[in-house]
């Protein structure tokens, strides 16, 4: 794992736990698209990583099988929790202190923009 890597982990991990203090989410949401475009992790192996890092104990079945199937980077799962425990401390510090109807719109904006994002890399491929 190169040094940049290693940023751009701790960057995933506390984006994550910031969304997740704010705005009750982060695994998903921002870790499986972050790996996907940041570090050209497949989608499968994101996926698996980000359930690594919520595993105990929501998660472990499911981690259980993206391991067996080499689709978790226990490394990147281990720096990203670290990150994101301290990014959910501040982002719910945050949250809780501006009006409830400007988390909800920030929110609804992330959203938004995910979910276009990962349309838009993947639409041409679908019809192909």
Do not use: C, R
């Amino acid at each position: 794992m190169t040094t940049v890597d290693f940023l751009m982990l701790i960057t995933i991990g506390v984006l994550a736990g910031l969304m997740s203090g704010f705005v009750g989410v982060g695994g998903g949401i921002l870790i499986v698209p972050g790996l996907v475009f940041l570090l050209g992790a497949s989608q499968l192996q994101a996926q698996g990583t980000s359930l690594a890092v919520i595993m105990l104990p929501v998660g472990i079945f499911g981690v259980i099988n993206y391991y067996k199937a080499g689709h978790v980077n226990v490394t990147y799962a281990a720096v990203i929790a670290v990150a994101f425990v301290i990014g959910s401390y501040f982002g719910s510090k945050y949250a809780l202190k501006i009006p409830e109807h400007k988390v909800k719109f920030f929110f609804a904006l992330f959203l938004l923009y995910v979910g276009i994002k990962m349309l838009s890399s993947s639409w041409g491929k679908m019809f192909s």
